[in-house]
């Protein structure tokens, strides 16, 4: 039985101040006895170190949104995996929609991070998604199938032995047009297909995959019940402490 996993994608938001009052929004807001999904929360690089002391005792884990593909030197404005690790970092998102498309990075790139990230053992929430167009072409499952075959490249089940995906069509990112329980279910069966077919039943069995994409109080039950959602990335609603709690509670049986 895979645990659901339900991680908070902040974004650009929240400086210090505001990361201290959400987390102990959070705290209060959470009965953490009774939670048997992972929490995670992926602050800004600036609250990171700050959020980690916060959650000492907490049972959230902690996150971050990107990172860089090297491991140290002249990267200017850049932040490397081992910073990530001694600020307390226990996951990172990579392949983000808005860093496909804002920052243009692609799927070598991703892959080069991800193989980083495992390198120093920080999970990867590797994101996926199609464009509208795209899925108005009819061409959801060849993009999907693309991105998790470059973005995987070269990497054994041992290595994914931490991996989570995140599925994210990115129409429904921030749009308040979340794709209905049934597309979302259609693509995650298809992608652990896929990852039965290229590494082993088993493996895609046990594989975490969220749903991101306007994930919200309302339609966290319906989403989160189909047999292949393993949990969320959650936007814009995981930036107020009682709908991000409403959508853990909203994860357990
Ligand atoms: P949203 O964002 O919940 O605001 O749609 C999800 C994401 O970008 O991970």
């Known amino acids: 039985m895979r645990k659901k996993v339900i991680a908070g994608n902040w974004k650009m938001n929240n400086d210090l101040y505001g990361t201290i009052n959400l ?136 290595d994914l032995s931490n991996l989570i995906i995140a599925y994210e069509p990115v129409w429904a990112i921030g749009t308040g047009r979340n794709a209905t329980p049934q597309q979302a279910q259609e693509v995650h069966q298809f992608i652990r297909g896929l990852i039965s077919k290229l590494y082993s039943p088993n493996f895609a069995r046990q594989l975490v995959i969220q749903y991101g994409g306007s994930v919200k109080a309302d339609n966290a039950k319906e989403l989160l019940s189909q047999p292949d959602i393993d949990g969320a990335l959650v936007g814009g609603a995981c930036l107020n402490a009682d709908s991000f709690a409403k959508i853990i509670n909203a994860s357990l049986r």
């Open 23 to 158: 987390i102990s929004d959070l705290k209060k807001e959470l009965n953490e006895k009774n939670v048997e999904a992972d929490v995670i929360i992926c602050p800004p690089f600036t609250s990171l170190e700050t959020a980690s002391t916060l959650l000492k005792d907490s049972t959230i884990k902690l996150g971050a949104q990107n990172m860089y593909l090297e491991e140290s030197g002249a990267f200017t404005g850049e932040v490397s995996v081992s910073m990530l690790k001694s600020v307390g970092c226990e996951y990172v998102i990579l392949g983000h929609s808005e860093r496909r498309t804002i920052f243009s990075e692609g799927d070598q790139v991703i892959n080069k991070k991800i193989k980083t990230a495992i390198k120093f053992g920080l999970k990867p929430i590797f994101c996926i998604g199609e464009t509208l167009e795209e899925r108005e072409k009819g061409i959801t499952f060849k993009v999907v199938e693309t991105q998790v075959q470059n973005g995987l490249k070269d990497l054994s089940e041992s």
